[in-house]
């Protein structure tokens, strides 16, 4: 069973980097995109991002100029880092497995099927 | 940039059906998910690729992606399908955008 688990710090100041882990167990972190979704507080879902583990990245064009993901194959981790935070960006923080799989010259989407529970960083000083 | 628009809440009774719509353009082109999101929890895949559920969903959710409308229909409606319901759009180019989210109050 694939499970995924955010980590990182709580609070995090104006100005300064979110940094964010997840750690995938039960699957290989090759195999798959991966995704990262955030939730503020009481609104909806926004997507922030994806990767491959071959060097495809995706981000959503509004936050692409502050976000950066990463990936550590040895230890099945992911990492998000965004920069410049302000209070707009505090939220709960998702990572999550993205199902994409190519058929020859057609993608075939699965959806976001596995969800970490989510990590909540605050932007404050 | 891509949007899709979702009705911010829909109510039922017990036993009836709920339909939820999400609205964009030309979304019948494109891959249609939902995700129910109980409080306190992560999202739940439910519908993927317009009409098809994940294993251990329900058979009395159901979806359908035509035009520029995807439905999300739940036959039999029962109280623990109270949530917030969102859709998802994709394609290879908008990549992923979510709908605002449609809570659904089961009364």
């Known amino acids: 069973q694939v499970q995924l688990q955010e980590s990182g710090p709580g609070l995090v100041k104006p100005s300064e980097t979110l940094s964010l882990t997840c750690a995938v167990s039960g699957d290989s972190i090759t195999t798959y995109y991966w995704t990262w979704i955030r939730q503020p507080a009481g609104k909806g879902l926004e997507w922030i991002g994806r990767?491959?583990?071959?060097?495809?990245?995706n981000y959503n064009p509004s936050l692409r100029n502050r976000v950066t993901m990463s990936v550590d194959t040895s230890k099945n981790q992911f990492f998000l880092k965004l920069t410049s935070v302000t209070a707009a960006d505090t939220a709960v923080y998702y990572c999550?497995?993205?199902?994409?799989?190519?058929?020859?010259?057609?993608?075939?989407?699965?959806?976001?099927?596995?969800w970490g529970q989510g990590t909540t960083v605050t932007v404050s000083s | 940039s891509y949007e899709v628009t979702q009705p911010p809440s829909v109510s039922v009774s017990p036993g009836q059906t709920a339909s939820i719509t999400c609205s964009g353009d030309?979304?019948?082109?494109?891959?249609a998910c939902w995700y129910q999101q109980k409080p306190g929890q992560s999202p739940a895949l439910v519908i993927y690729q317009d009409d098809k559920r994940p294993s251990g969903i329900p058979e009395r959710f159901s979806g359908s992606n035509s035009g520029n409308t995807a439905t999300l229909t739940i036959s039999g409606t029962q109280a623990v399908d109270e949530a917030d319901y969102y859709c998802q759009a994709w394609d290879s180019s908008t990549h992923v955008v979510f709908g605002g989210g449609t809570k659904l109050t089961v009364l």
């Open positions: 030309k979304l019948g082109d494109k891959y």
């Open positions: 990767f491959y583990a071959s060097g495809d990245t």
């Open positions: 999550a497995r993205d199902v994409i799989i190519r058929g020859g010259e057609t993608l075939f989407y699965y959806g976001v099927d596995v």
